[in-house]
T-cell receptor
């Protein structure tokens, strides 16, 4: 597809369950970002990849959150032992390269509800 | 920590009215961006302002970057139902090139 694709779109997880959220960035985009968005609020930065290198993971809220992009394309955000406070929309975004002049394109998000 | 505060938080207006959304910070930003997010979608970039005092127009939307580069505003003229959505300002903290911090958001509803 032409845009950033995320799956699943909706996920309901029982507390304590592990979840994996997938992101397919726009083809050729070097930079990939993960954000977490609570309902009605602005997205909060989680982590950033340049190709396969995770250059910034300062926004990951705990060691239960793990992200990878092993081949510099598809990325997976994994949340272990989910808790209710993890319920949010997880947005993936990509851009052609680093730098403020490059437009960031967001996917539609993965809605996670932990019950 | 650089924060971006938006006001108002919610706005419900009638079609045809004008409105202004504000984005304020105590910190200087090298640039600010405005996004619109519709329900079930990701944010979509509307504009980037870079120079203090800069004004950009996008059809009925006018964006301004404050002279001190600490604030920005979005003015919509003759709002239409299609303008409904969550408006977000965002900027790179400390001049970072690998992340954006987003404002608290303004939820706009334009009634027909």
């Amino acid at each position: 597809g032409a845009g950033v694709s995320q799956s699943p779109r909706y996920k309901v997880a029982k507390r304590g369950q592990d979840v994996a959220l997938r992101c397919d960035p726009i083809s050729g985009h070097v930079s990939l970002f993960w954000y977490q968005q609570a309902l009605g609020q602005g997205p909060e930065f989680l982590t950033y990849f340049q190709n396969e290198a995770q250059l910034d993971k300062s926004g990951l809220p705990s060691d239960r959150f793990f992200a990878e992009r092993p081949e510099g394309s598809v990325s997976t955000l994994k949340i272990q032992r989910t808790q209710q406070e993890d319920s949010a929309v997880y947005l993936c975004a990509s851009s052609l390269a680093r730098g403020q002049g490059n437009t960031i394109y967001f996917g539609e998000g993965s809605w996670l509800t932990v019950v | 920590t650089q924060l971006l505060e938006q006001s108002p938080q919610f706005l419900s207006i009638q079609e045809g009215e004008n409105l202004t959304v504000y984005c304020n910070s105590s910190s200087v930003f090298s640039s600010l961006q405005w996004y619109r997010q519709e329900p079930g979608e990701g944010p979509v970039l509307l504009v980037t302002v870079v120079t203090g005092g800069e004004v950009k127009k996008l059809k009925r939307l006018t964006f301004q970057f404050g002279d001190a580069r600490k604030d920005s505003s979005l003015h919509i003229t003759a709002a239409q139902p299609g303008d409904t959505g969550l408006y977000l300002c965002a900027g790179p903290p400390g001049g970072a090139t690998n992340k954006l911090i987003f404002g608290t958001g303004t939820l706009l509803a334009v009634q027909p």
